[in-house]
């Protein structure tokens, strides 16, 4: 299928609200398991603790371990008017995690909810917190506007106590995203469930929903099963919530989110694909990270200047790329560690906005973990393109009928 045959009505499908999980399982292992094998076009289900008996026994199972953080928060205009501010990214560090270290002052871009509020606004916003001593300690919290890009502003944020790293701060002040259709406030219950068991590094406003179905016995009976466990970075972005709106694909502009890849998973991954692994991605975004390797190896390989490369894939860059790859999977990846290790650093950081959508060829995945998506979306797309859109309707027409749960705290499916 051509890019610019695809019709995004047929990526459509009716999403009764009741389907729409509103709380977690108490037991995460417990969620239902839909198990697709392409290869047979067969349907079976099971529990999620029923993984490590379906994965092959081949397999190198990846998945993200970043963890959100509270983004949420609330501050106030001069006249009284309510703002509420969703932090995005930070302006002056690469990553989250380093800004959420780090004291007062700082400039984040963030999505905002409220009227007038242009550039030099000044917000402002106090909070009284009782601590465990039942002792009451004042928060302040401002934040300006300097800057309104894309619908989103820069806001410079300052507060007091200033002694306060920024997660230490908003860890009493702010709330955890929620998704926009979970319809309740944040509860107890979502700074628990709303997070992987294995979450690690600060900076997501959104969980990567396939990993919050792990527990440590589903880990140790995939472990028992000689399957190894892997770990890659990427922050999660509102964007992922995000329906397409356009007509066509080509009008969509693809949200960006930045990971962070170490020299040691790497190399583990170099090895697994020389032994002939099957490469199991756990959710889209290590679907998304992985695939991006890939191809920005092969920009590398074609680069002549090593010293400062730019780690960033564009949304369309696969179509240029492909028509000019010169290296294979196992090849992308030594290229990636040749890089590291030639210019002594540990980690590789980046960024991207690979979409991936039907006509799509996948490269270094075999198999995904994930929860079922929002009709219309990029990341049906992207199962879309794993399974193929017919095997897609039925996926999702037997998770229906089946009384599966959907979305973030929903249930999930394994695709082979």
Request: proline share 4%.
């Amino acid at each position: 299928m051509q890019i610019s045959q695809i019709n995004i009505d047929e990526f459509n499908y009716f999403l009764p609200e009741e389907k729409i999980a509103q709380i977690p399982l108490e037991n995460r292992d417990e969620s239902k398991l839909l198990y697709f094998d392409r290869k047979l076009r067969a349907i079976s289900h099971f529990q999620f603790k029923d993984i490590a008996e379906l994965l092959p026994i081949n397999s190198f199972l990846i998945r993200n371990i970043t963890k959100v953080f509270p983004a949420r928060l609330y501050l106030y205009k001069p006249t009284g008017g309510k703002v509420e501010l969703l932090l995005e990214n930070p302006i002056s560090e690469k990553l989250s995690q380093i800004a959420l270290t780090k004291n007062s002052p700082q400039i984040w871009e963030c999505t905002v909810k409220g009227k007038n509020l242009s550039v030099g606004l000044i917000l402002y916003s106090e909070y009284k917190i009782l601590s465990d001593d039942e002792q009451i300690t004042k928060l302040k919290l401002t934040g300006e506007i300097i800057g309104n890009e894309g619908g989103k502003r820069n806001i410079k944020l300052s507060w007091e106590p200033s002694d306060l790293n920024f997660a230490e701060f908003l860890t009493k002040i702010a709330e955890i995203p929620l998704p926009p259709y979970i319809k309740r406030k944040p509860a107890t219950i979502d700074k628990e469930h709303y997070q992987t068991e294995y979450a690690k590094i600060n900076g997501s406003i959104a969980a990567p929903t396939a990993g919050l179905h792990f527990t440590t016995s589903v880990d140790n009976a995939i472990l028992n099963k000689g399957i190894d466990i892997a770990e890659i970075v990427l922050h999660v972005g509102s964007g992922t919530f995000q329906p397409i709106k356009s007509k066509t694909v080509f009008e969509h502009n693809m949200h960006c989110e930045k990971f962070q890849i170490s020299l040691d998973f790497l190399q583990k991954l170099e090895i697994a694909l020389q032994n002939e692994k099957k490469i199991i991605a756990v959710g889209t975004t290590t679907v998304r990270t992985l695939e991006t390797l890939f191809w920005i190896a092969q920009n590398l390989a074609l680069n002549e200047n090593m010293d400062n490369f730019n780690f960033h894939l564009s949304q369309w860059d696969w179509i240029r790329l492909k028509e000019n790859v010169v290296l294979d999977a196992e090849k992308s990846i030594n290229k990636l560690i040749q890089y590291c290790q030639i210019n002594s650093i540990s980690q590789i950081i980046g960024s991207t906005e690979l979409f991936i959508l039907p006509s799509y060829s996948f490269r270094m995945v075999q198999g995904i973990i994930t929860n079922f998506h929002l009709p219309k979306s990029t990341l049906l797309l992207l199962v879309g393109a794993f399974v193929g859109r017919e095997n897609l309707q039925k996926i999702y027409n037997e998770a229906l009928l089946n009384n599966y749960r959907f979305l973030s705290y929903g249930d999930t499916s394994l695709l082979i």
